[in-house]
Structure formats: structure tokens, C-alpha cells
């Protein structure tokens, strides 16, 4: 079935410095790729999205890139702030199952 | 105010105690799911509904139930709950009959299962 690699698993940044965080999968049909931000003790939450006939999406801070051919895909976060920190999870569409598949998360620490 | 609501918040059980955690969202969505969060291993789905009456297994069903009479509610039903049923359960609903749209989170019900 499909899976979802997500590195890495955390992340320390010092605030103003960017942040990257990948992830592969392996059905080459997924055409959904949403990312959601959990804060502590908080639900998850979406951040932003992206769909397979996009390359790039950019919002603000935050941006998602698209790799089809490689099957990856990344979130960048720019001019990191301490409420950034978080949990982020990427995610895929499951095309066959009409459901969502998400990387097992990465803990994202900005420290000021 | 829009919102997906689940109770309780918090749960401490004891092995084969039948429990149903509620599930409930106010804005007409169609697609409603339950998924479980366990350190290391991200969101799994357990079960997802396109509609009323209609449902289907997720990627860790075992040991659970679900219902759709209503098309707000989506109970999640453990009819003799074990102790790797302990985990932190969120479900999630989003407007129409796929996952391509935002998924809306409730606030999470904490379950321990002694």
C-alpha cells in the first residue's frame, strides 16, 4: 500500500534561520499533498497544500515544493519564528482509497 | 462557529468496558474519519465515512466500530477496548465526499486503557 517517509523526525533551528522538512512516497498516483501543523496539545491544522499539476506553492513564510518524478515533496519555512514550533505532518492522497496518508511527523523546536 | 467536537476529552477504562467516543461537526460535511496519533507512527486511519450509511476501514480497523445514521455524527465505538487501544483518537470531517478538501480536526479525546 502507499507509504510516507517523513525526515526528519525533529528539527532544531535557531529563530530567522529556514527550515526543510521532506517527504517520499511511493504511489505514483497521489495528486494530493497537504501539510498540517499541530501545536502542543493542539489539533492538527492546515498549513497548505499542494496538487500534482503544481511545482510550487507559496504562502507568506511557508512554501511546498513538488517533485513528481523523484516522489517527494518538502515544506520550507522561512524567517522561522518561535511560533513555529510545532509538529508538522505531511501527507498523501491515496488515490485507489480515498484517504489520506500521513508521514509519521516532525518536531520542529525555533529557539529565540 | 463552525467547529468538530468530540467527547469525552478524556477517557481512563478498563479492558473489555464497551465505550463509544462521540463524534460531531456542524457544517454539513460529508466526509467524516477517525484516526489514532501514537508517538513515532504519525495519523492512521481507522475509519472513514463518504456519506450516510456508508462507511469503510481504514488502515487500523481492528477492534473497532463506527456508525453513520446521521450525517453530523460518526461515534467511535470500541466494544471491548485493550490496552494498545490507548492512544490519543482525533476525527475529522471535510466538505464533500473525498479527502482532496482541508481536513477539519475535533480537539482529540486522550484514551488510556488499563
Known amino acids: 500500500g502507499e507509504n510516507v517517509e517523513q525526515h526528519p523526525s525533529t528539527l532544531s533551528v535557531q529563530e530567522g534561520d529556514s527550515a526543510v522538512i521532506k517527504c517520499t512516497y511511493s504511489?505514483?498516483?497521489?495528486?494530493?499533498f497537504p501539510w498540517y501543523k499541530q501545536e502542543l496539545g493542539k489539533r492538527p491544522q492546515l498549513i497548505i497544500d499542494?496538487?500534482?499539476?503544481?511545482g510550487e506553492k507559496k504562502d507568506q513564510r511557508i512554501a511546498v515544493t513538488l517533485n513528481k518524478t523523484a516522489k517527494h515533496f518538502s515544506l520550507h519555512i522561512t524567517e522561522t519564528q518561535p511560533e513555529d514550533s510545532a509538529v508538522y505532518f505531511c501527507a498523501t492522497f491515496s488515490g485507489g482509497y480515498n484517504k489520506l496518508i500521513f508521514g509519521a511527523g516532525t518536531r520542529l523546536a525555533v529557539h529565540p | 462557529e463552525a467547529q468538530v467536537t468530540q467527547n469525552p476529552r478524556y477517557l481512563i477504562t478498563v479492558t473489555g468496558k464497551k465505550l463509544t467516543v462521540t463524534c460531531s461537526q456542524n457544517m454539513n460535511h460529508e466526509y467524516m474519519s477517525w484516526y489514532r496519533q501514537d508517538p513515532g507512527l504519525g495519523l492512521r486511519q481507522i475509519y472513514y465515512?463518504?456519506?450516510?450509511?456508508?462507511?469503510d476501514k481504514g488502515d487500523v480497523p481492528e477492534g473497532y466500530k463506527v456508525s453513520r445514521k446521521e450525517k453530523r455524527n460518526f461515534p467511535l465505538i470500541l466494544e471491548s477496548p485493550s490496552p494498545n487501544q490507548t492512544s490519543l483518537y482525533f476525527c475529522a470531517s471535510s466538505a464533500t465526499s473525498g479527502v482532496t478538501d482541508t481536513q477539519y480536526f475535533g480537539p482529540g479525546t486522550r484514551l488510556t486503557v488499563l
Open positions: 504511489d505514483s498516483a497521489s495528486n494530493y
Open positions: 499542494i496538487r500534482s499539476n503544481v
Open positions: 465515512s463518504m456519506n450516510v450509511e456508508v462507511t
